[in-house]
């Protein structure tokens, strides 16, 4: 029996506990087998003989142990300590399945810590799956709220800020033993396919000034915070979205000067094997091609909007292949016969772009005749006039070459306004709307099948949507470099047991649908029953809520079963 000491409201209270002495490899240690709340003496009496009489080694053999019965006041029984079961409890078993409790245990040095830092990365993975906020929210409401001290036996007063952010800094040394392990694992559990490589680059900003950090710096943002300080990431994911592995550069980093860098990354923790590359038009450029090339890699890219004026004839050509009703593709051989040009025409895409041509060009041309009818009522020097044109065709660069605009001085020297419109221009934004273009020395695929796996970007795109959304990677509250980096490696461990419950989800039949299977789960709660009894002492009952039809229905797809005895954590 051990008495544990708790601040409540002012005063110091005392609560009882019953534990159970083990061996580890660390040396011997104690674990909670049950929290018996305030107890007199004649209660703990008799919580030990039973403990007692329960562990002893040599039962009887012929007498069977006489059950003992108490009188229950059934008027009194109430239900205490409700806290979030499902959501923690399903996230440790995808964080078994994977291996990562046995990985974490043999890597993670142990050293005079009280609480193992396995156990304490566990607790910042499983948060941030479960209610992804700040370290200090996770320590002083959420680890209290829910049931992560049952299953992994750490009390709530062991979790504190300061000794997360330790674990934070044990745990980022292993970054890339922990993409190894985890690619090897997926792999294993899914029969993953690596030949298609994803590559993209977002970016993540800061609360506060990170002047310690020398990655935080000022650039293209992609949450539209240019007033932040930010750090981009890029990030490399199979066909169906599991990731490989990740790289954080500076903020102010120029996304097509990543690519070395990362594919060095990757070939050096993987081997150089006959992978596809597959990235977008931010990182095409003519230097990044050549570096594939020289490598002997493969690679299908896209290319800027303007290089679709080098097929124009191209474009109007009659024989495209029909990939699906609205999607169009045309093979275009390079010179050499190296690589080759997907042209695509998409006629969602053109009804999006016609749509914002039109909008844009309604919007400068209200905006032109406003300032031609501000030229007719007060004089106004050229320059001034000038100004507010370029100022308008700034704001609204979609079609601004459709229009043909002169500034010109009447014979007072004061300004005049004349503009055209440009019917070239708008015969070339309809041939050329809803159209791109893709470049691959895949030359022995057809063009479906090369658009079709250019396509699986967005596989990489909705991996930072989940990043952005549910994980909460943004904004970053932590001003340290090392501490910003082992933030991240948490929301990248924390994404990899998502999609690993997506991956077991399309497996089970359920679709893919993780959120709606993680939420109803999640509702599941652990609680404490009180029975009071005649003699005044309570007894109390750790119970798991019964499951819904539709979440036994869950559980059994996914192959899963509640304990009916929470099992103690054996790190």
Do not use: M, Q
């Given at each position: 029996m051990r008495?544990?000491?708790?601040?409540?409201?002012?005063?110091?209270h005392a609560y009882w506990a019953l534990v159970e002495s083990y061996r580890t490899t660390r040396g011997p240690r104690q674990r909670v087998v049950a929290w018996l709340g305030v107890m007199d003496e004649q209660g703990r009496l008799g919580v030990k003989r039973c403990a007692e009489r329960t562990t002893t080694q040599q039962p009887s053999l012929f007498l069977d142990p006489l059950p003992e019965w108490v009188e229950v006041d059934?008027?009194?029984?109430?239900?205490?300590?409700?806290?979030?079961?499902?959501?923690?409890?399903?996230g440790l078993q995808l964080l078994r399945r994977l291996?990562?409790?046995r990985f974490l245990e043999e890597t993670l040095s142990a050293g005079r810590e009280e609480i193992p830092w396995p156990l304490m990365a566990t607790v910042l993975v499983l948060g941030r799956l479960c209610d992804a906020s700040s370290e200090l929210h996770l320590a002083e409401r959420f680890y209290e709220s829910s049931a992560l001290a049952d299953l992994l036996s750490v009390p709530a007063e062991k979790v504190n800020e300061d000794r997360l952010y330790r674990a934070l800094d044990a745990l980022l040394p292993?970054?890339?033993?922990?993409?190894?392990?985890?690619?090897?694992?997926l792999g294993e559990l899914f029969e993953l396919d690596y030949d298609l490589l994803l590559y993209d680059v977002t970016s993540t900003y800061f609360e506060g000034q990170a002047e310690k950090n020398p990655q935080a710096q000022r650039g293209y943002s992609r949450d539209h915070r240019p007033d932040c300080k930010q750090v981009n990431i890029a990030l490399v994911v199979s066909r169906c979205g599991m990731p490989l592995g990740y790289e954080i550069f500076a903020g102010n980093r120029n996304d097509a000067t990543t690519l070395e860098e990362i594919v060095g990354h990757i070939e050096g923790?993987?081997?150089?094997?006959?992978?596809?590359?597959v990235m977008d038009r931010g990182m095409a450029g003519e230097d990044n091609v050549e570096f594939l090339r020289e490598g002997g890699r493969r690679?299908?890219?896209?290319?800027?909007?303007?290089?679709?004026r080098k097929f124009e004839g191209e474009l109007l050509a009659q024989d495209w292949r029909l990939v699906h009703e609205g999607l169009e593709v045309r093979i275009?051989?390079?010179?050499?016969?190296?690589?080759?040009?997907?042209?695509?025409?998409?006629a969602e895409r053109r009804a999006k772009e016609q749509a914002m041509h039109e909008r844009f060009e309604r919007r400068i041309e209200e905006g032109l005749r406003k300032i031609q009818t501000s030229c007719q009522k007060r004089k106004q020097k050229p320059v001034t006039i000038a100004t507010r044109v370029g100022r308008l065709l700034g704001r609204n660069t979609r079609a601004a070459a459709l229009f043909d605009v002169k500034v010109e001085a009447d014979s007072g020297g004061f300004a005049r306004l004349r503009w055209s419109k440009v019917d070239a221009w708008r015969e070339w934004a309809r041939l050329s709307e809803g159209c791109y273009v893709l470049r691959s020395n895949v030359t022995d695929w057809s063009p479906e099948d090369l658009w079709r796996a250019y396509i699986q970007l967005t596989e990489a795109e909705a991996a930072f949507h989940i990043h952005k959304s549910d994980l909460a990677i943004r904004p970053v509250w932590h001003q340290k470099e090392h501490r910003v980096q082992a933030h991240i490696l948490v929301c990248f461990l924390s994404y990899v047991l998502w999609k690993t419950l997506a991956a077991s989800c399309r497996q089970a039949g359920l679709g893919d649908e993780p959120r709606r299977v993680f939420e109803a789960l999640s509702e599941i709660a652990l609680v404490d029953v009180v029975l009071p009894t005649r003699s005044g002492t309570a007894i109390r009952k750790r119970c798991i809520s019964q499951p819904t039809e539709h979440q036994q229905i869950l559980l059994q797809r996914l192959d899963l079963r509640l304990p009916t005895v929470l099992e103690r954590a054996a790190m």
């Open positions: 008495c544990c000491y708790r601040k409540k409201d002012g005063k110091r059934i008027e009194r029984v109430r239900v205490e300590h409700s806290r979030k079961f499902g959501g923690p409890w399903l291996g990562l409790d292993h970054k890339a033993a922990l993409e190894k392990h985890l690619k090897e694992k923790l993987y081997g150089r094997a006959n992978r596809i590359w690679y299908i890219v896209g290319t800027a909007k303007n290089s679709l275009t051989p390079a010179p050499g016969g190296k690589e080759v040009f997907i042209l695509c025409r998409s």
